[in-house]
Nanobody, 119 residues
Framework: QVQLVESGGGLVQAGGSLRLSCVAS????????MGWFRQAPGKEREFVAR????????AYADSVKGRFTGSRDNTKNTVYLQMNSLKPEDTAVYYC????????????WGQGTQVTVFS
């Protein structure tokens, strides 16, 4: 089992930045491939970014490419999502997730952190 706790969300003006953190406990984070997802009110949860277990491979949704950067520090059991040039449409609850395999279902999820971007 791995437990995930996100933090760093908040209220920010359009064009601003936030950095989300996801701290893992219960297992060594380096064993897991990590993902970031978000869910806006009335919408389905959507993929945002993924970071390989080693951190040497990342992928992003088209809607955030060039603005968001995922990274990890396995020594701190923490994954990050740096969000720049935020837009009102980025408003959502952001979740981190973990899976042992590089593809397939994410098995572990955090409780989410709210990001609200106002214009």
């Amino acid at each position: 089992q791995v437990q995930l706790v996100e933090s760093g969300g908040g209220l920010v003006q359009a064009g601003g930045s936030l950095r989300l953190s996801c701290v893992a406990s219960g297992r060594t984070l380096s064993m897991y491939n990590m993902g970031w997802f978000r869910q806006a009110p009335g919408k389905e949860r959507e993929f945002v970014a993924r970071i390989s277990a080693s951190g040497d491979s990342t992928a992003y949704a088209d809607s955030v490419k060039g603005r968001f950067t995922g990274s990890r520090d396995n020594t701190k059991n923490t994954v990050y999502l740096q969000m720049n040039s935020l837009k009102p449409e980025d408003t959502a609850v952001y979740y981190c997730a973990a899976r042992r395999n590089s593809i397939g279902t994410y098995n572990y999820w955090g409780q989410g952190t709210q990001v609200t971007v106002f214009s």
